[in-house]
């Protein structure tokens, strides 16, 4: 074996791009390519988990990156990163307000009844997970018959609060939450701030708002099995638009930019002794992400709770650990390392070969001195 120039290697990698596009148009001969729009509607779960791993909030791009990919979410999250890291930074938006979200779903599993009420909203959750045959052969006008007829059920516009209390809030009142404090540290930015261990739980969040939900969903998981001892109870979950404000470079006032679509988590885990009062209080896990993603969103508040315990117990479990954690959740550098491996390792491979071989020929020369 040797290490040698490989001809018409141009060549090649164009055809395997060509190969990839035709099977991106394939089975399209008779239909419309996949439409932007139908992409962020009819693949909302698989949009809004590249819209939060991706860390840019473009709907259509999201939309574009998935079509590009052919589906691939790491692929895709790869587009975006790529293309948010050629874009200027404008400045900065203050801290968001959770309370003035424009709600399409608000539930609780700590009480059955909630200042505001609860709101089921879109989800899967409580129906049972049996095939819908009929839309193997769905036609567009049966499709927009559907569309019709769920329009004609849709509930007669009512007055709606500008805001809903939160349900932390009221547990703050009664006594069961230490009182809020609002850390007055600078936003810390990963993307232009290297991760230096120990970590601030600001830089963790972060880290975790737009990491992998597989693995994310893996580490809450181990916890929630045993290998941890977080075992929360969900005080509050969220999913809406929240308005983003704007300072407005001539004025200087404050303006609304737009609405962003989040979903929100909050868990209320064992209590614990405050060291500052003495007194008993529960413990407080918080996820939030781009999207609607509510395993992400729980899974986030879950380890956000287990990094605290590790934080001031001692870490015992790696969901304890932050950089365990924090190192092995982001898409891009897990898959990136993962698939590097395809790329040519012929030096590395023949030098792994001949060490191989030395070492068999002293093993073998040992054995024939005996």
Known sequence: MSYVAIKGGGQAIKGAADVLEYLRCKGAESEASLKIAQIENQ????HSRVLSEGGLYDPELVSLAIKQSRGDSFEAVYYLRAYRSTRPRLGQTPRL???????????SSAFKDIPGGQNLGPTPDYSQR????DLLDESDEAFRQQLKNLMKKACPEAPVPDSFPKVVDFLRTEGLLPPKQVS???AFDITREPLIFPVSRGAGLSVMARSETGSILALAYSSMRGYGDVHPTIAELRVGYVPICYQHPSSKKWIEAGEVLITECEVVASHELDPESGQAFFTLGYGVC???NE???????ILDRSLQHGQTHGIEHPSEDPEYVLMHIDSIDSMGFAIHYKMPHYVTFESD????NKSQQAIQK?????
């Open 366 to 370: 040992e054995e024939n001195s005996k």
């Open 290 to 292: 781009m999207g609607h």
């Open 295 to 301: 395993a992400k969103a729980i899974s986030m508040a």
């Open 130 to 133: 049996l095939f819908r045959f």
């Open 353 to 356: 070969i001949d060490r191989l």
């Open 43 to 46: 693949l909302g779960g698989l």
């Open 97 to 107: 307000k959770t309370e003035n979200m424009r709600l399409i779903r608000r539930i």
């Open 184 to 186: 007055q540290m600078p």
